[in-house]
């Protein structure tokens, strides 16, 4: 069970001095700099300033997300695929003078972007959309930073949602692959000069992950790859690494065409 604290509410090392205090037991991560590990799982109740939006629960690969994005003060940044809202509000924890527009395609799971920033104090634009049809929810400038967590086949959290072994068919990945690179391609369009955008994945297949990004990468010639060899893009996280989901991200830089 992994935790996200709120920085503005308290630093990481706060956090886990009030966990000590209240006889949970916690550690940090390398890298996520927001995230603890609680040793036990517990009811979220007993997680002190949890009703008050201290503390989120988010696995650190998720979290990864937000540093890779690192948005800056005044950016019009823009969580694709936003629902049900975490990184969205870490976004918002982590730079509050931002404007961060979310997006989702899925009117239900959008309330609970809702829910989350009620909780959390926070706001954000939420708008309810297809990510491939932009013109259609959006009449604002180009972003900043575009996060996209893109649909994917969910294959990285299958240790969390079992389930996904028999619902996941060989068929859907190659569906799968093409939503996400029209959502790609769209995107892209709606990102500045000069602006980064995060693609990230919770899957572990080539065709999700590596390659869509290649192909990306060679039908788009102002994107530049951040993160990762052109031969081997992006970071694949696999699932147990560092006590984390399976994760893929993606760090593209929009040079002068």
Known sequence: MWLRVNRRHHSRDNYLELLEEAGIEAEIHPQATD???????CDVNMLPGF??????????????????????????????????????????????????????ADEQRLSRVYDN?????????????????????WKGGQFDRILLDAPCSATGVIRRHPDI?????????????????EILDAMWQQLKT????????CSVTQQENA?????????????ELRLG??????RQIMPGELDMDGFYYAVLYKKQA
């Open 194 to 201: 000069g602006g980064t955008l995060v693609y990230a994945t």
């Open 229 to 234: 060899e052109t031969d081997k893009p992006g």
């Open 51 to 104: 009703a008050d939006g201290w503390v989120s629960v988010q696995d650190a690969a998720a979290q990864l997300s937000v540093e890779y994005l690192d948005p800056q003060e005044n950016e019009l940044i823009l969580d694709c695929c936003a629902a049900p809202g975490g990184k969205t509000a870490h976004i918002l924890e982590r730079q509050p003078i931002a404007e961060v527009v979310a997006i989702d």
């Open 117 to 137: 920033l009620k909780r959390l104090k926070l706001e954000a634009q939420v708008v309810c959309g297809d990510a491939r049809e932009p013109a259609k929810w």
């Open 35 to 41: 995230a603890l590990k609680l040793s036990k799982p």
């Open 211 to 223: 390659e869509q990004m290649k192909a990306f990468l060679a039908r788009t010639p102002d994107a």
């Open 165 to 181: 072994k028999w619902l996941r068919r060989a068929e859907d990945i190659a569906a799968l692959a093409a939503l996400q690179s």
